[in-house]
């Protein structure tokens, strides 16, 4: 089952339209200001949610009007943002995929809240990432394999999301490694900015959890 949530950040609409049109989903869930790009391009959301803190109102209403959109609404006084509230949602109907769209921005803070929120569909085995038109991002804990043929773009940076990251072996990558450990402190820009140079780029790793971002200019 895959799921797409549209959130409130910045969305490249001709990116996201051409991206949709390529890619079916079983689930749509609008998020708070992410609804006016679904009204903008008649995207219908199989499911709403937020505090409409942000939304503005004649769009809430309107989706307010629609029986057959299921709606949550929250008090914007809570303990999690509201994209994180969408994975929720997204693992609660049984996604095996999730891909965000508008979650990144300006706001850093809510940048990195939902690279954190991520960890959610990790801990359940459940693949997510952040998708806008200049980068990929999603969350690895185990050995990863990177087609050269098929990359986002042409950059490819490891940051490490826990304290660290052991056994690190990078194969087919201009900067290769050889059982490296990745800390938070230490060596945490080690990995910005590698590039792929062979067919395929080999991650290997241990232990620990890799923010994984594939990006280009």
Known sequence: MKTLIVSGGRIGRDFALSFLKNTCFDYIIGVDNGLRFLFENQISPTHVVGDFDTA??????FYRKHEEIEMRTFNPVKDATDTQIAIELALELGSTE???LGATGSRIDHVLGNIQS???AKEQGVHCELLDENN???LIDSDT???RAEQY???VSLIPLTTEVTGVTLTGFKYPLDNHTFTSTGSA?????N?????EGIIQMKSGIFILIESRD
Not at 56 to 61: D, H, I, K, R, S
Not at 189 to 193: K, N, R, V, Y
Not at 195 to 199: A, D, N, T, W
């Open 98 to 100: 999730i891909v965000i």
């Open 56 to 61: 503005a109102p004649e769009l809430v209403n």
């Open 195 to 199: 590039e792929i140079l062979e067919e």
């Open 118 to 120: 991520m960890m959610l």
């Open 153 to 155: 773009g042409s950059y």
């Open 136 to 138: 990929r991002i999603c």
């Open 145 to 147: 394999v990177l087609s």
């Open 189 to 193: 820009s080690l990995g910005i900015s």
